[in-house]
């Protein structure tokens, strides 16, 4: 594939901008890729890996850049944009990949230089792993990468975007940065708040001992544990920069939650089998579309306990 950009600049240096940094070099689409990360640890390590080149500031790392990448928690966004803001090159194109949108709209847009384009975005690929070694650069292969893109934005800037998003395997879809918000609140929000609620409530469970839970995980807790254990900074800025949507889906669940607990109370099996297959169909839905295997336990080899 061609070079899209000349030069990309990663600002902050995790799971996503190492992904990115993986997933443009395997397919040259910059011809140079700079980046950034607040902590000396991190960019050491990024060093060390030879992820990018690495600066000592995100003035340097950003000047001549043509597309700059916030990859920071959606928290620090504003912050991180307000400091480079003086030093983007004119025409230069800025793009985030945080998890929720119009928060993220509102710190950094008042931050843009006239003649620079912001188009906010979204990958919806993860792992629980964060840091400079986690990043693969088949992250994004076959996921979907959302645009929500302000009515003003220039056509040519998000176009090129595109290209370089679909040339890293990806699928592009443009939504409104609040239906976004609420959309990501159902499909990935609240169900991270119900897998670390659920961990938080094996954990306190004093009946089970801890080695007892841990020893019989049983396929739905283990994969809350999975879910559990991503990235505490990013989670916690998920939820309080998309409060309202996560509130919403969260007042519903608890009245889905309440009708099948009565279900159960009053032994309607009726209601439970009738509930049970139209959430499976939904599961069904997933897979047709790509977005999950349909290997038994999610595809997972079974391991062998190692011997001691
Ligand atoms: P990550 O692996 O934890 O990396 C975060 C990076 O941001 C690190 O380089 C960190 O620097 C830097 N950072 C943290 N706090 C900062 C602050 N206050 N100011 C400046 N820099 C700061 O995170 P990630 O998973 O790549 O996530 C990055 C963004 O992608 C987040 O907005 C997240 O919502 C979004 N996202 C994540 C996923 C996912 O599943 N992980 C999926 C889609 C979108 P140091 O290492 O120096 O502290």
């Not at 070079?3 to 990115?20: C, H, N, P, T, W």
């Not at 890729?33 to 607040?38: C, E, K, Q, S």
């Not at 938080?200 to 809350?224: N, W």
Request: proline residues 6%; negative net charge; glycine residues 8%.
């Amino acid at each position: 594939m061609s070079v899209i950009y000349d030069r990309v600049a990663l600002i902050g240096l995790g799971l996503i901008a190492g992904s990115m940094a993986h997933a443009m070099r395997e397919h040259g689409l910059a011809a140079e890729i700079t980046g950034y990360a607040r902590s000396a640890a991190t960019r050491e390590t990024a060093r060390d890996i030879g992820l990018c080149t690495v600066f000592d500031s995100a003035a340097e790392a950003v000047a001549g850049a043509d597309l700059v990448v916030l990859a920071v928690p959606v928290g620090a966004m504003g912050e991180v944009m307000a400091e480079i803001a003086p030093h983007l090159a004119p025409g230069a194109t800025i793009t985030d990949v945080g998890s929720v949108k119009q928060s993220v709209i509102d710190a950094v847009a008042p931050h843009v230089p006239p003649g620079v384009h912001f188009i906010p975005g979204h990958p919806l690929a993860g792992t629980e792993h964060s840091g400079p070694r986690a990043g693969f650069a088949t992250l994004f292969r076959n996921r979907w990468w959302l645009l929500t893109p302000l009515p003003d934005a220039d056509p040519d800037a998000i176009a090129r975007l595109d290209r370089l998003i679909t040339a890293m395997g990806a699928k592009t879809d443009r939504m409104e940065a609040g239906h976004h918000d609420l959309v990501l609140a159902v499909t990935s929000h609240a169900p991270h708040l119900i897998a670390y609620t659920m961990v938080g409530v094996a954990d306190h469970l004093r009946r089970v001992t801890d080695e007892e839970v841990i020893q019989y995980s049983a396929a739905g807790f283990r994969d809350f544990t999975r879910i559990a254990a991503s990235d505490p900074t990013m989670w916690r800025d998920v939820f309080l920069h998309n409060r309202e949507a996560t509130l919403d889906i969260l007042g519903r669940f608890t009245e889905e939650l309440f009708v099948l607990q009565r279900a159960i109370r009053m032994g309607d099996g009726q209601h439970l089998h009738d509930y049970f297959t139209r959430t499976r169909a939904i599961r069904r839905g997933i897979i047709e579309a790509g977005q999950d295997t349909g290997a038994p336990d999610f595809g997972r080899t079974p391991q062998a306990k190692p011997v001691t």
